[in-house]
């Protein structure tokens, strides 16, 4: 038996490792690591380390970067660098990288950049693309210890296939990211790294084993991340950190050369797969992966091509799971599944309750199938070096008890029946995907995930699962601790007594959905559809609507002004929002004195009469007057503001081009100093965050609630109540026609010339 000690002399070693290769031109201070918010997620934008260009950068996709790079505005030496500008500062406060790879990443970005500027050409698909990895995938000439003291000594001889093949797309890995003991937590601690913390809120987890990925992730310190999932391991830190991840089917991905202590476990197998900042980036991961046949090399897997492309389906049945009947989801899970529900129906998406099937019997198969050997593989590891157990790891071995060979077999059994029951219910009742929690909760104290249930059935099942966000937050005004709840059994007591809202208030909400064996393309496809479905018209009463600029929700497809809107956006409806609407759109109108954007409208009336397909629309807006702030003595205001030019113009097509930064800057300070109403210095930082007229700020700005009952309207359900009431209304989606908009552009446009013309 070593000595108490021993076992920290050896884990100093990483610790050292990890030490001296942090980039320490980077640092901050420790006075700027001070904060009162237990949010950092905006300590890049404050802290002075990142120029306005880097931070632009790290707010990229994948997709992003290969557009500016294939332009030649930006090369991947100057990307690279502010990732890890951005990584140092993320592991200063979050803890959750094992090791930086500073050295390599920039010299894979010089040969990059040398082989763009010689051939003209992107090396590859992933071509200059950041990738964070976990520690246990192997990586050439470096430690891969798993979590485990004892595993220290194992120096990887060659990267996983993985990293081979994602290098040879062009990727360039940054960092290696931390992981829990035994790799069997929903949460990420070990003696050697220690405890890796959630940007979000420093004291909820960051999710597991991958919690140093979803911390990558969501501090954006790269732009794709490789975790692995037996789980929810990928799952699981991609839901707590605001992110995508995608757990694809077994036998897609290449799991040669994951190191751990539990090789041979068959009865369910791991898988490896990404997390990323979009859907559009988990599809180009896998598709760069899987095009360059790794089944040739790695011979366990299915030689399956990653098939078409990322469209969305035509016709789909999306299957709602509210619970799985063994542990009933917290209140802003629940609250986030019906708004989807009805969202898809108002969409047309055919929708139908999925009640849950033998959840608890599918977790006692997965359980004992875990740990066959009682736990003893685990166990061994810890003895070898004298390290203590942690918690988590315990309780993880709580579930475990030896099995003889006969036994594992009849649990072998007992899994592929149900499998064959489960996709048997699926195709009866016509269900191609199902959306469900990705978790109990929106987040989860640190060491307190202890049920794994929401996750683990699909990989008792073998389907693929992603998980993404929805951009709604906690909210504990309406999330309430439902009063007189009767707990379905003591797992469910246990989460039940865990949810805080005052705790989890503001933390981001995320979904799972879950399609069919080995249809990892066709799970993928559906999440784009959620993704992409209109967003929400948020009304006060039936008959007043409201600008949606408040309710941007993925930001990844979005432009640079969109995405700084999002960054302080998903403010729930109020008055204020009313006057935070008008505001804006007053803000970028055209300054005459005839009044705002005449020019453009004389231009549309003239549009409009050449088109004989013209119809004349109205609407009535009623709002009572402390909902409809007027700026009084608007030719004072359009004579403060003679003189200045707006270099905004309608395309081609009818859109209005966005107006230029520095004269948006200039009419903003110009106009809201003659605004008398502006209640306080909060709602000028929204709206000039909102204008895309970035200040940092030291603090998050705080959220405004709404003092009313919000209706929640999609496009669809507008227009009934439009048709309904034979109301019309001057919508204007482009220089061709003026009728109801069919599409979320069109929606949107007509909504801001509403706004415009009240």
């Not at 050896?10 to 237990?38: F, G």
């Not at 048997?424 to 049920?451: F, N, S, T, W």
């Not at 705790?503 to 959620?530: C, M, N, S, W």
């Not at 408040?550 to 998903?570: A, D, F, K, P, V």
């Amino acid at each position: 038996m070593p000595a108490a000690k021993d076992w920290e002399r050896k884990a100093q070693i990483c610790r050292d490792i990890l030490e001296n290769s942090i980039p320490k031109q980077w640092l901050l201070p420790s006075e700027k690591l001070l904060t009162k918010s237990h949010n950092v997620t905006q300590v890049p934008y404050t802290c002075g380390i990142l120029s306005d260009e880097e931070l632009r950068m790290t707010e990229q996709t994948a997709a992003g970067l290969l557009s500016k790079y294939q332009s030649g505005e930006w090369k991947v030496e100057q990307v690279i660098i502010a990732f890890l500008k951005r990584a140092t500062i993320g592991q200063q406060l979050l803890n959750f990288v094992t090791e930086f790879l500073t050295g390599e990443a920039l010299e894979t970005a010089k040969a990059l950049d040398k082989h763009f500027e010689t051939t003209g050409k992107l090396i590859g698909p992933l071509h200059g693309v950041p990738i964070s990895v976990k520690e246990h995938v192997s990586y050439g000439g470096k430690i891969t210890h798993a979590g485990f003291v004892s595993q220290i000594g194992n120096v990887a001889r060659e990267d996983a296939l993985l990293v081979q093949l994602l290098k040879k797309a062009g990727a360039v890995f940054t960092v290696r990211t931390n992981q829990p003991q035994s790799l069997m937590h929903l949460d990420c601690e070990n003696n050697i790294t220690g405890t890796t913390l959630n940007p979000y809120h420093l004291k909820l987890s960051p999710g597991g084993s991958s919690g140093g990925e979803g911390a990558s992730m969501g501090f954006k310190c790269a732009v794709l991340g490789v975790g692995t999932d037996i789980g929810g391991s990928i799952r699981a830190p991609a839901a707590f950190n605001n992110s995508y991840g995608l757990r694809p089917t077994t036998l897609r991905n290449p799991t040669l050369g994951l190191h751990g202590v539990l090789g041979g476990q068959e009865s369910i197998k791991g898988v490896i797969g990404p997390l990323g900042q979009s859907i559009d980036d988990l599809w180009l991961f896998q598709k760069a992966l899987i095009d360059q046949n790794p089944h040739d090399i790695d011979t366990t897997l299915a030689p399956l091509p990653w098939k078409g492309e990322l469209d969305t389906p035509k016709n789909i049945t999306i299957g709602i799971m509210m619970t799985d009947g063994v542990v009933k989801p917290h209140p802003p899970i629940l609250r986030a599944l019906e708004t989807a529900k009805s969202k898809l129906q108002a969409a047309g998406v055919k929708v139908v309750d999925w009640e849950n099937y033998k959840h608890d019997h599918a977790w006692d198969i997965v359980s004992a199938l875990y740990f066959p050997d009682g736990g003893k593989r685990i166990l061994d590891a810890l003895a070898d070096s004298g390290e203590p157990m942690l918690p988590l790891t315990q309780h993880a071995l709580n579930y475990s008890k030896a099995i003889s060979i006969s036994e594992n077999w009849d649990l072998n059994v007992m899994r592929e029946t149900y499998r064959r029951e489960y996709h048997a219910l699926m195709k009866e009742r016509g269900v191609d995907v199902i959306l469900c929690p990705a978790y109990v909760g929106a987040g989860v104290k640190q060491h307190g995930a202890k049920y794994w249930g929401y996750t683990s059935l699909w990989n008792i099942l073998d389907q693929p699962a992603v998980v993404f966000p929805t951009g709604m937050d906690v909210d504990k005004s309406v999330d309430v601790v439902e009063e007189g709840y009767s707990p379905l059994n003591a797992k469910d007591k246990e989460e039940y007594e865990a949810y805080d809202p005052e705790l989890f208030h503001g933390i981001p909400i995320t979904l799972q959905l879950v399609g069919k064996h080995y249809h990892d393309e066709d799970t993928l496809r559906a999440a784009k559809l959620v993704e992409n479905l209109p967003p929400w018209y948020v009304v006060e009463s039936e008959r007043e609507i409201i600008l949606p600029m408040t309710q941007i929700q993925h930001h990844q497809s979005y432009t640079e002004e969109q995405r700084l809107r999002y960054r302080y956006g998903n403010f729930a409806p109020s008055s204020t929002d009313v006057i935070m609407s008008r505001l804006l759109v007053w803000l970028r109108q055209k300054p005459t004195a005839r009044g705002p954007s005449s020019r453009r409208n004389a231009k549309r009336a003239s549009t409009s009469n050449k088109d004989p397909t013209t119809r004349s629309k109205r609407v009535k807006v009623e709002q009572s007057a402390d909902l409809n702030p007027e700026f009084e003595d608007q030719d004072k205001f359009n004579k403060e503001d003679e003189g200045e030019e707006d270099d905004s113009e309608d395309d081609q097509d009818g859109k209005v081009l966005p107006i230029s930064k520095q004269i948006l800057q200039g009419s903003f300070e110009k106009r809201i100093s003659l605004i008398p109403e502006i209640p306080s210095a909060r709602l000028r930082e929204r709206a000039q965050a909102q204008l895309g007229l970035f200040e940092p700020l030291d603090k998050p700005v705080p959220k405004i609630y709404s003092n009313g009952k919000a209706i929640e309207y999609t496009l669809s359900s507008w227009k009934r109540k439009l048709e309904e009431e034979n109301e019309t209304t001057d919508l204007i989606t482009s220089k061709r026609s003026r009728i109801v908009p069919t599409d979320v552009n069109g929606a949107q446009t007509a909504l801001v010339d509403l706004e415009r013309t009240n």
